[in-house]
């Protein structure tokens, strides 16, 4: 991992990975988090890899522990309006930019998931889930917290199953948008195709 030759120079350095989620949904906001970690955290993070790759139950486990243990982190959303607005790259590089500031001091190491930001001297790492497990853990904050946020949705907009689908393009979501159209939290700015 990107984070053991930092370490094994200096056990104190802190270590930013930032992840963004919800880039290609239909509905809803992109979010983006930042954690901040250094080795003390080690033994914490044995289970942390690619949200993806993670049931629901193990990533909510380890948003707990990240809770209860006090890693520091922040989260942030652009609504669909912004997203409308200012489009999407926009959008994805504010969320990621807003949650790395709350944590960053000048003195950590900055690696954020595949997307190139121009501050921080941050370092845009591929596959970055993969590779640093910094990312990998503000990927699970954030996909923890926005699928919060698309199941409050769901009791608002029932029609679109965001509870199931968290605003992704299922077939199902594009059903329910043939038959009820658009709602309030959709991206008018994508060419949503219904079926």
């Known amino acids: 991992m990107i984070e053991d030759k930092v370490w094994s120079e200096d056990p104190n350095k802190y270590i930013i990975g930032a992840d963004e989620v919800g880039r290609g949904s239909f509905a809803g906001p992109i979010c983006a988090a930042a954690?901040?970690?250094?080795y003390s955290h080690l033994e914490l993070l044995t289970n942390v890899k690619d949200s993806k790759k993670l049931s629901q139950k193990k990533r909510e486990d380890i948003f707990s522990m990240v809770q209860i243990n006090n890693i520091k982190y922040s989260f942030k959303e652009s609504s669909n309006n912004f997203i409308d607005q200012f489009g999407i790259k926009n959008a994805n590089e504010r969320v990621l930019t807003d949650s790395i500031s709350d944590l960053y001091t000048g003195n950590e190491i900055v690696y954020v998931d595949h997307f190139k930001i121009n501050d921080f001297k941050s370092i845009s790492v591929v596959r970055g889930e993969d590779n640093c497990r910094a990312i990998a853990l503000a990927s699970i904050v954030a996909?923890?917290?926005r699928?919060?946020?698309?199941?409050k949705f769901s009791e608002k907009y029932p029609e679109y199953s965001f509870e199931k689908?968290?605003?992704?393009?299922?077939?199902d979501h594009r059903e329910a948008i043939s038959k009820y159209?658009?709602?309030n939290?959709?991206?008018?700015?994508?060419?949503?195709?219904?079926?």
């Not at 939290?185 to 079926?195: G, V, Y």
């Open 143 to 145: 996909k923890v917290l």
């Open 147 to 151: 699928d919060s946020l698309m199941i």
């Open 165 to 171: 689908n968290k605003g992704y393009g299922t077939k």
């Open 181 to 183: 159209g658009l709602s």
């Open 185 to 195: 939290i959709h991206r008018k700015s994508f060419n949503l195709k219904p079926i």
């Open 35 to 38: 954690v901040k970690i250094n």
